[in-house]
């Protein structure tokens, strides 16, 4: 995928290149797109304290090689 595949709020999988496209695999995250770049689609992941729902909760966005990502439903 490229970045232009990707808008604000939506909710992806990010799928590491060592899981071979397995989204299923140990090592995936969820979260939810904050912003997108030309080359980067910053995500901020699930994590212990909170679900991402929107991309505007108050945490860290990664920078995410939006070839390791797939969109949720």
Known sequence: ?????F???MKVRYVPT???GDTKHKDCENGVVSSVNDK???VKYNN????MTTGDEPYTAQATD???LVILK
């Open 40 to 42: 980067w689609v910053f």
């Open 7 to 9: 808008k604000k709020g």
């Open 48 to 51: 212990l304290m909170c679900i």
């Open 1 to 5: 995928m490229k970045t232009s595949d």
């Open 66 to 68: 939006p070839t390791e």
């Open 18 to 20: 060592h899981a071979n």
